[in-house]
């Protein structure tokens, strides 16, 4: 998985479909890869994996307060969120660790990324905001407040994606239609079935920012 | 909790009430008893002031702004993370497993071996470690050395039926007989009288729950006599008891809790296999672990739909009575048993005789998921019954309503049809020109949803006035935070952000666990006794203030407590009471729930006959449920029954490889589930000509109808009937080659 991870870094652009067409072969190879990766290296004669410990001091901007943390080279920026700051940042999920469900969505500079894409050291210099950073339980921004209003979120796991990712799409597209609000949201995958209300919380929302 | 004291009559009367039930997936009236003077119902269902609303979730306002805390977002000092190492071959016997060079690496705190030796599916656990990172412990599996004594396997159902199959079980047959119901000479008989005869198999796939939070749990245990589980589960209470077992300790002294829980879809009861390695490896660091599965463990061994797999036949007169059936059912659930539910499901089909089979393979087994064996039943008999009417030449609608006695389906059949459209069909199958072709379907489905009494709910009010309601449910997201305030807001007439709930921990009060849709018709009976309790002792405390109004007579409304023509507000009232406050207990009462909802569900595709995509248009579901406690939150769950259907019946499935016995669309980005893109128009419909003032389940009953809808729009749009799901574009096309093939040889 390290691996693959560090092949894919570069995808930044949110959109599934168009991170698929970067990796090429997806799906049942990879699947596949896995397995027969991790025989090999199991099977190998020094099966010690060459050292991979080892950490560096990252400074992050953290909906816009400076946090230091040490981790890996390797370390994800979803799971320095999550793992590693104190106090942990965990409105960001981690349901699929590969770039293909857009639960873990932060925005880097304004910018919706898949967290689980991006190192960590690779995002430093950077403005982070997580879903943490739009708003509050006693002061939400306007898609968050929409959201609630019309039920967007079940579970609500994904929810902290989609909320994120069209907060960031809104400031792009401040009055989209119905057909941009889906495209907006294609990299994001919700299991309960809340898409209807999250497409009705979206039109919502931009109607109400821009009156 | 301290209990007041009830008055405590001499048993009492009872009156006999007629209620349905759903037996083997049919409806039937059964006559049940229940107290005469069973105590203020719920009174009629458009009476209500915050039930039967549309209320935003209570909870809405955490899980937005990403404050809602989950067992994923758990993180305890001195934690260690866990992983399960999985077992490559379809099937195999672990002989050697080398931890030494793992156990090595900095940072790996434990190895742990799995239960078993012999691993029957590909993806199975082997061993699991702690560590002090994630990345760490996905290290130390890579450095495990496994010798495997590799055995045969078998994973698709049309080769482990085969005599010389590999045993999924050794001396054991790959199919085993579970059942035979009716009399095969009668039904034989009676298809010889038919008019028409139609016969077919039904093939659906093996289906994931795909939960986005994945299953897991993080165990506090430290050394010490006790601990508290943080778990992903749809069951508090089945937690402790297997939990207590793996670390060494009582039951009482562990705890079980979950604030919020990122889905289950009947996929997450007791603690499972990874929460037994995660309780050994907590017990053998003595600190806290956290094991939560990966996206590809949560594919492999998390437990799936069961596949099915349905060789029908029927007959049918002119008139479009189906006069028989004969049915042999596979349930496809792996080295489990799978499940699926009697054929003919809901029809009348005259003199039916089925048998039912599991077949095993070397796959995962197949666990509960929403609604178990009802959508795979529903799928193959809503063909079939297609199938029958467009052979007769008679409209599927009209046809339905003459083999389904229950009127309930009728009504809401006639109101689905005219909300898609129905008058709009072509009702000659594949008659619209051109190569975009649009098509309609419908279907109908039940469920149970009758509740149990295994809820004890406490009320509490404060002198100060605030009031709790507590009780260890758990909200799957189906929203019932949000109903346990609602409903002991509008008993004692305050607003719903008045209430505060505690529910998700097992030191609360007993509650069963999910499934079935059995919560919202188990947990609202003992809420509302312990409201309208809490209320009729507040009442006594205030009736001093109100000239000595009787109890029974005082109301709680707006805010304010009133009787005499006097009225005192909320706080004033509250203000009367004693430094304790009041504490009312609440147990389950049958009389305010009750069994068996139906609903229908319309579709309408979009078929492009050139490439064999499946654009889904528009889909209406009509679902009853006695009395909706939150209309809002109805919705929601009808839009998510019909989505996960149109998963099921258009993109999903679980591919297996037949050689190397695994699994190839492990991940979310190959195994295809519904997405923004595919949405069509939906129309969740509340019925509300169901009258009957009862909380009954209805979340299962809403996933069900809505497969064969989407089979029957394509069969509609394209005539071409297509029985093996998912429709993807290929079968499409194949399909329509080969009936051209067919009608040129003609």
Redesign the interface.
């Known amino acids: 998985m390290t691996k693959s991870r560090d092949d894919e870094k570069q995808v930044r652009d949110p959109g599934r479909r168009k991170f698929l067409k970067g990796v090429g072969i997806a799906g049942a190879g990879a699947a596949i890869a896995d397995h027969l990766w991790i025989e090999t290296a199991a099977e190998g004669k020094d099966a010690i994996p060459e050292s991979l410990s080892g950490t560096v001091k990252v400074a992050l901007n953290v909906n816009g307060q400076m946090r230091d943390v040490q981790v890996e080279p390797r370390t994800t920026l979803l799971n320095a969120l999550r793992n590693h700051l104190e106090p942990a940042v965990t409105g960001p999920k981690l349901v699929c660790d590969m770039g293909t469900c857009g639960a873990c969505t932060v925005l880097l500079d304004g910018k919706p990324v898949y967290s689980c894409l991006v190192l960590a050291v690779d995002a430093t210099s950077k403005q982070i905001t997580t879903v943490e950073g739009l708003g509050s339980p006693e002061n939400p921004n306007t898609v968050q407040a929409a959201f609630v209003e019309h039920d967007a979120s079940m579970c609500g796991f994904c929810t902290p994606g989609f909320v994120t990712t069209i907060s960031a799409y809104l400031k792009k597209n401040p009055n989209p239609s119905l057909a941009e609000v889906r495209e907006a949201c294609k990299g994001n995958f919700c299991r309960c079935g809340t898409y209807p209300k999250v497409f009705e919380a979206a039109l919502a929302a931009a109607k109400g920012s821009q009156a | 909790m301290q209990q007041q004291p009830q008055p405590q009559a001499t048993p009492k009367p009872k009156k006999k009430i007629r209620v349905p039930r759903v037996v083997n997936g049919v409806e039937q009236m059964v006559e049940i008893e229940v107290d005469a003077d069973a105590g203020p119902g719920w009174g009629p269902n458009d009476k209500h002031t915050l039930l039967n609303k549309r209320t ?2 209570v ?12 067992t ?2 758990q ?1 305890l000092p001195g934690m260690l ?1 866990g992983r399960i190492l999985r077992c ?1 071959h379809g099937h195999a016997r672990v002989t050697k497993l080398d931890t030494e ?2 156990s ?4 790996v705190k434990a190895i742990v071996p799995a239960p078993l030796a012999e691993v029957r599916f590909a993806g199975g656990p082997v061993a699991a470690v702690a560590a002090t ?4 412990a ?2 130390a ?6 010798t495997y004594e590799v055995l045969p396997h078998v994973v698709h159902a049309d080769r482990a039926i085969r005599p010389e199959a590999p045993k999924v079980v050794a001396e054991e047959n790959n199919l085993q007989e579970k059942g035979k119901n009716g009399d095969p000479q009668k039904a034989e008989a009676a298809l010889a009288t038919a008019d028409a005869i139609v016969e077919a198999e039904y093939i659906s796939p093996r289906i994931h ?6 299953h897991g749990m993080v165990v506090d245990y430290r050394g010490g006599d006790s601990a508290t589980i943080y778990a992903s589960t749809q069951g508090i209470f089945t937690i402790p008891g297997d939990a207590a077992k793996e670390l060494g300790l009582e039951e009482s002294k562990v705890v079980s809790s979950v604030e ?4 289950g ?1 009947g996929s997450k009861f007791g603690i499972g296999t990874e929460g037994m390695l995660a309780c050994r490896l907590s017990k053998q660091t003595k600190s806290p672990v956290k094991l ?1 599965l ?3 463990d949560e594919f492999v061994m998390a437990g799936n739909r069961s596949g099915s797999w349905q060789k029908l036949k029927a007959g049918v007169k002119n008139d479009g009575t189906i006069v028989a059936l004969t049915a042999r059912q596979y349930r496809l659930g792996g080295v489990g048993q799978g499940s699926q539910a009697g054929q003919p499901y809901i029809y009348r089909m005259g003199d039916a005789y089925r048998e039912v089979y599991a077949l095993h393979t070397n796959e995962d087994s197949a666990i509960a998921m929403r609604a178990p064996g009802h959508p795979q039943a529903s799928f193959a008999v809503e063909s079939l019954v297609d199938e029958l009417a467009y052979k007769i030449k008679m409209d599927p609608v009209a046809f339905r309503k003459k083999n389904l006695r229950d009127e309930v389906y009728h009504r809401q059949l006639d109101r689905g049809a005219k909300e898609i459209g129905w008058s709009r069909r072509n009702p000659v199958a594949g008659g619209n020109p051109g190569p975009l072709k649009r098509g309609m379907g419908c279907a109908i489905g039940t469920w149970g949803g009758g509740g149990n009494n295994q809820c004890k709910t406490d009320v509490t009010i404060s002198r100060d006035g605030s009031v709790v309601v507590a009780l260890g449910t758990q909200d ?3 929203g019932t935070r949000t109903y346990t305030r609602a409903i002991v807001a509008e008993e004692l007439g305050l607003g719903i952000n008045d209430v505060k709930e505690q529910i998700g921990n097992s030191k609360l009060g007993a509650a069963n666990p999910s499934g079935g849709s059995t919560t919202a018709p188990s947990v609202a009976p003992s809420v509302k006794d312990a409201a309208i309790k809490a209320r009729m002792l507040l009442a006594e405390r205030v009736a001093p203030l109100l000239g000595n109004a009787k109890p029974e007579e005082i109301v709680f409304s707006g805010g304010n407590v009133s009787a005499n023509g006097k009225s005192v507000a909320w706080k004033q009232a509250a203000a009367s009471l004693p430094a304790a406050g009041i504490a009312a207990h609440g147990e389950w009462r049958a009389d305010l729930q009750a069994r068996g909802v139906h609903g229908v569900c319309f579709a309408e595709v979009e078929v492009d006959v050139e490439t064999g995509h499946i654009k889904p248009i528009k889909m209406v579901h009509v679902q009853d449920c006695g009395l909706p406690l939150n209309r ?2 109805m ?3 009808i ?6 259907s149109l998963g099921m019946a258009l993109w999903e499935g679980r ?1 297996m ?1 037949a050689q ?1 016995g ?9 195994y295809k ?5 595919e ?1 069509p128009e ?1 129309v969740p419909l509340i019925d509300d000509e169901d009258k009957r003032e009862a909380v009954i389940g209805m979340s299962e009953g809403c996933i069900i109808p809505a497969v064969g809808a989407l089979v029957n729009a394509v069969f509609n749009a394209t005539g071409l009937r297509v029985r093996e799901l998912p429709i993807t574009p290929d079968k499409i096309l194949m399909g329509l080659m080969n009936a051209t093939k067919v009608s040129t040889a003609e």
């Open positions: 935003t979730r909870d809405g306002p955490l899980k937005v702004t990403g404050a809602a805390r989950y994923y977002d993180r993370y490559p060079a793992a090595k690496i900095p940072g990172t994630p990345e760490i996905g290290d599996l890579r450095a495990i050395k496994v729950h795909a939960c986005l939070e994945t919020h829980m990122g889905g879809f939560m990966t996206r590809y799957l997201g189906t809002l939150a919705e929601s769950q839009n998510g029954g019909m989505i996960q591919v490889d190397l695994m699994q190839l669309n492990s991940g979310l980005g190959d589930m519904p997405g923004s893109l949405m939906m």
